[in-house]
């Protein structure tokens, strides 16, 4: 599969991250900033949203639901473990993800990554804002599980 390159456009008071696979927009996340964090994530095939209160204490077992916005159902959640780790969860998905220097990696023990996500700096392509992460997915998956794991920077706390 072809990277995702995430590109991060930043406004006063919003930023959003766009994801593209090759030149197609695939996807993008939005956040205005505000006391309760609002991220909206979007593609031609779902319209998600989280909202998270930046006040709360973060401690193992904190969590921060993504909504359908047209079911208001819950699509997945992601879970603090503990400092480096968290765990996306939603249906039939159950991931560990590690957060590594400028880098996620989405699996679990003792199996092979699913994914990781990058920052990087340049890339050859870019059509604004400027290329910030990479998402390399090393096995098929929904086009949903792509979408969780290319926002999961905006949606972790």
Do not use: Q
């Not at 919003?14 to 994530?41: C, D, E, N, P, Q």
């Not at 400092?83 to 957060?99: D, K, S």
């Amino acid at each position: 599969m072809e990277p995702i390159i995430t590109y991060r456009f930043t406004e006063t008071g919003i930023w959003s991250y766009h994801f593209y696979s090759g030149r197609k927009m695939i996807g993008k996340a939005t956040s205005v900033l505000s006391l309760s964090s609002l991220v909206r994530i979007e593609s031609s095939s779902v319209s998600w949203y989280s909202t998270f209160h930046v006040d709360t204490n973060v401690f193992p077992g904190t969590s921060r639901k993504v909504m359908d916005d047209r079911t208001g159902l819950e699509i997945f959640r992601v879970i603090f473990c503990e400092p480096g780790f968290y765990r996306i969860i939603g249906g039939e998905t159950n991931l560990l993800v590690e957060c590594r220097e400028n880098a996620y990696l989405f699996g679990n023990p003792g199996e092979p990554v699913l994914a990781v996500t990058e920052r990087i700096r340049e890339w050859p392509w870019v059509p604004a804002g400027e290329p910030f992460f990479r998402t390399t997915v090393y096995e098929d998956v929904p086009e949903e599980l792509v979408l969780a794991m290319a926002a999961f920077p905006t949606v972790r706390f």
